[in-house]
Structures are given as structure tokens and as C-alpha cells.
């Protein structure tokens, strides 16, 4: 005796099933693509933030008669990376494999972030009180870089 029904697959299921189990691999492999440049957009705010802080920091614990005023934070678009006012910007390098090797570097070449500083007096009038803000960008060739501004106000009393 022979029996007709046979258990399994056709040729046609199995296509269509790796054919959907292909355009599932091809949309997660683009989600890990576009997470690693949304990690690395990130890291680059982040580093902006935390150098922006960082000469924020050091204008803040110098003493206000010691402050040279002036400077700008820079032009509109800092692709190019030219430094600004004389003695008001200066170049970041930040090790990308080990992020306690941050420090100032002499030329554009070495560098990560162009960093722009302004102290100005309150734009409001009020006497002995300054703000001091800095701003850091990027320094990315295929697009305008991820940035940071930081304010704060200082008073002289």
C-alpha cells in the first residue's frame, strides 16, 4: 500500500520563505548602520560639549582683571576650520581610542574641533557684569561638523 500525502515543503515555499528572511537581514543590517553614524554623531556632541565646558571652565577661574575682552566664536559655517580672532580660538585633538588624551594642538592638520571664545560686556548695559561664551565645531571634511555654544554670565564685584 502507497500513500499519496506527502509531509514537507515545495520548491516555491522555501524561495519565498528565504526571500523574506533576506529582506529582513538586508533592513536589520541597515539599522546597524545607521546606529554606528548616529554613535559616532554622538561621541562627536559630546566631545564638542565637554571641550566647550572645559575652556568655559578656564575663563571662569581666571581672574576677571586678567581677562582679555574681544574675540568671536567664529564663522557660520566652521567646515573649513580657519581659526578665529588672534589669541580668542585655538585647535582640539581628542584620541578617538582613548578619550582621556584630549589637548590643544598648534595647527588644523592634528586637529579635531576649532574652538572660538568671545568675553564681551552684557550687551544690557549693566556695569562690571561679562559674557563669555564658547563654541566648538567639528572638524569633518564630507560635512559641516556636530557643535557646541555654552554661555554663562560673570559679574565683577
Known sequence: MQRDDQ??????????????????????????VTALRQNATSRESTHATAIAQSKLEELNAT?????????????????????????FSDYVAVD????????????REKANYVRY???????????????????VVTLTAEKQGE?????????QF
Open 63 to 87: 581672574p576677571i582683571e586678567q581677562l582679555q575682552y574681544g574675540g568671536d566664536l567664529g564663522p557660520k559655517r566652521a567646515e573649513a576650520g580657519q581659526p578665529g580672532v588672534k589669541g
Open 147 to 155: 557643535e557646541a555654544t555654552l554661555s554663562t554670565v560673570r559679574a
Open 7 to 32: 509531509a514537507g515543503f515545495t520548491l516555491i515555499e522555501a524561495a519565498i520563505a528565504s526571500l523574506i528572511l533576506l529582506v529582513a537581514i538586508v533592513f536589520v543590517a541597515q539599522l546597524f
Open 117 to 135: 571664545w568671545k568675553i564681551e560686556p552684557d550687551p544690557g548695559g549693566w556695569q562690571g557684569v561679562y559674557r563669555i561664551s564658547v563654541r
Open 96 to 107: 578617538n581610542t582613548d578619550t582621556d588624551r584630549i589637548g590643544v594642538v598648534p595647527n
